[in-house]
């Protein structure tokens, strides 16, 4: 969990070993987000060959994974640049409470295994 903020380290810990869709990424981020009362701004990033989804978390930014990425990686990322936040859509996700949060992980996890 290096180069996260310090108080998502600490809510993220529990879901250190989950490795989930990118789109889950996001929903994992903005319930964590809105349980510890901070701010998640989701967002789609268009690049160069394909488009990516972040998070503005209360104090950084998190690099969730390319938008079609069944298992991708939470990372700490450097700030998008203005012409990257100019043209990127913003995504809405729902807010899952701590018990879908452990469903979708279980879930997830299943799958993975099949």
């Known amino acids: 969990m290096q180069g996260f903020p310090p108080r998502l380290a600490e809510l993220f810990e529990p879901y250190a ?15 964590l987000a809105n349980q510890a ?3 998640c701004e989701c967002l789609e ?10 998070a503005k978390w209360d ?27 100019a043209t990127a859509n913003k995504v809405e996700v729902p807010l899952l409470n701590a018990q879908q949060l452990s469903f979708m992980c279980m879930q997830y996890a299943h799958f993975d295994h099949c």
């Open 59 to 85: 104090e950084g930014w998190l690099d969730c994974g390319f938008s079609n990425a069944y298992s991708a990686e939470i990372r700490p990322m450097t700030p998008p640049s203005e012409v990257q936040l």
């Open 45 to 54: 990033l268009s690049g160069e060959s394909r488009a990516v989804y972040v």
């Open 37 to 39: 009362a901070l701010s």
């Open 17 to 31: 070993g989950v490795t989930l869709s990118a789109l889950d990424n996001l929903k994992l981020l903005n319930a």
